[in-house]
């Protein structure tokens, strides 16, 4: 099985398609089951920084497990509620109302004023009706006509304060939904969330010098922090150090901002995966993985990830059409096991910058894959990411036969 994974990873970084990675994944009982790093952490001209487990990367949308914990410690603390509408406390959050169409010859959009409550448990199943203005056309539109950036600025406010998609909790859209929890967090605690996180979940897991939002601002991770590459138009790698995916945020984003190497997330992930008292409460843990979608918003998501060669690249991973998703607090959750790859309730979500993780409870495996590599989830990196996947499941079942 490491076999596999070996030579499919080090071909790779041989053709130029990687400049370099770090795969950890173990099984519930703290035993490694694949532990591989290779290659170089930048492209960055006179930079020399080999890819360790130790190299801290921005894990972009895999911050979201972390966000989802932090609120559940919220919950736990009593300073927040799932099912309170948050819209007092976030009064630019959906203030535009609901954006039903747009008007090409005024270059206006169809806005629908609403005030239907939305609640964290919304906002962290993505059912509020929130979603990124670059995988919405529509918000597209109503962005230009306001001569704005997509997704840009520093502070939630700019990113987010957008148009709803639909009527909130009537349906599934990816979105900033974590971005606006990451305020509650901040308002119920009165912390920051890099404080927050920091004292709730990375120091009790050994981790405060390998996770943060600001690592450029920590002695201990600023020379270790890896540079984004990128696939040049003639297929080579180039330097993309210069590339900023947070687009000028100050904000900690709940969504998409923490950095962190792959070791870190890996002890992390696996202390979510064994639901290590240290973090929640087991009954927070059941919240956590637990499917949040009714019916009518798990076709919404179903239909959702079909919707464009884009959302089935985004948000499918490669799991197939056939095997029905719904969404927990966590991430993804394949209702059917997939063939040599998962079981059925397994749990998966990865980053832009071709980061991934996956939990499979009924196997007892977790793992984690690091690249710094764009374009966001390239479909030949994503099938990398899979092959990684499929060679863990693989190593745990002969592991299980043998006992």
């Known amino acids: 099985m490491s076999q596999s994974i070996d030579k499919a990873f080090e071909e790779a970084v041989a053709s130029g398609l990687l400049p370099g990675f770090s795969l950890l994944a173990g099984d519930k009982d703290g035993n490694l089951l694949y532990s591989k790093s290779l290659g170089s952490a930048t492209k960055k001209p006179g930079r020399d920084l080999p890819f360790t487990d130790d190299t801290i990367c921005l894990i972009a949308s895999m911050t979201k497990l972390m966000t989802s914990v932090a609120a559940l410690q919220c919950i736990e603390d009593g300073t927040l509620e799932l099912d309170k509408d948050v819209r007092p406390l976030l009064p630019q959050m959906g203030k535009y109302g609901v954006i039903t169409g747009f008007d090409e010859d005024k270059n206006e959009a169809t806005l629908v004023p609403d005030s239907t409550p939305i609640t964290l448990r919304m906002l962290l199943s993505h059912t509020s009706g929130q979603e990124y203005d670059w995988l919405g056309p529509l918000l597209g539109k109503w962005r230009v006509s306001r001569n704005e950036e997509l997704w840009s600025g520093p502070t939630i406010e700019d990113k987010s304060a957008i148009p709803l998609v639909f009527t909130p909790g009537t349906g599934f859209a990816y979105g900033a939904g974590h971005d606006w929890a990451a305020k509650l967090i901040q308002i119920a605690s009165g912390k920051s969330l890099e404080d927050f996180m920091h004292a709730r979940i990375w120091v009790p897991l050994g981790i405060e010098n390998d996770a943060s939002f600001w690592p450029k601002t920590k002695e201990t991770m600023r020379d270790r922090t890896a540079d984004l590459s990128m696939l040049g138009e003639d297929g080579k790698l180039l330097d993309a150090s210069a590339v900023d995916l947070m687009f000028g945020a100050t904000d900690c984003i709940g969504g998409g901002g923490v950095f962190a190497s792959a070791k870190a997330y890996y002890t992390f992930l696996s202390a979510v995966l064994r639901r290590d008292p240290k973090l929640l409460t087991p009954s927070?843990?059941?919240?956590?993985?637990?499917?949040?979608?009714?019916?009518?918003?798990?076709?919404?998501?179903?239909?959702?990830?079909?919707?464009?060669?884009?959302?089935?690249?985004?948000?499918?991973?490669?799991?197939?059409?056939?095997?029905?998703?719904?969404?927990?607090?966590?991430?993804?959750?394949?209702?059917?096991?997939?063939?040599?790859?998962?079981?059925?309730?397994?749990?998966?979500?990865?980053?832009?910058?071709?980061?991934?993780?996956?939990?499979?409870?009924?196997?007892?495996?977790?793992?984690?894959?690091?690249?710094?590599?764009?374009?966001?989830?390239?479909?030949?990196?994503?099938?990398?990411?899979?092959?990684?996947?499929?060679?863990?499941?693989?190593?745990a079942k002969k592991r299980a036969s043998q006992h």
């Open 284 to 395: 927070s843990y059941t919240e956590l993985f637990r499917p949040q979608l009714d019916e009518r918003c798990e076709q919404a998501l179903n239909d959702y990830i079909a919707l464009s060669p884009l959302h089935t690249n985004y948000l499918g991973l490669r799991v197939p059409p056939s095997v029905r998703k719904t969404w927990s607090f966590a991430g993804l959750v394949a209702k059917e096991g997939q063939e040599g790859r998962f079981e059925p309730g397994a749990t998966l979500w990865a980053g832009a910058a071709s980061t991934l993780w996956f939990i499979d409870h009924e196997a007892g495996i977790c793992g984690t894959a690091f690249c710094q590599f764009l374009p966001p989830l390239h479909p030949p990196v994503v099938a990398l990411l899979e092959q990684f996947q499929r060679g863990v499941f693989e190593e």
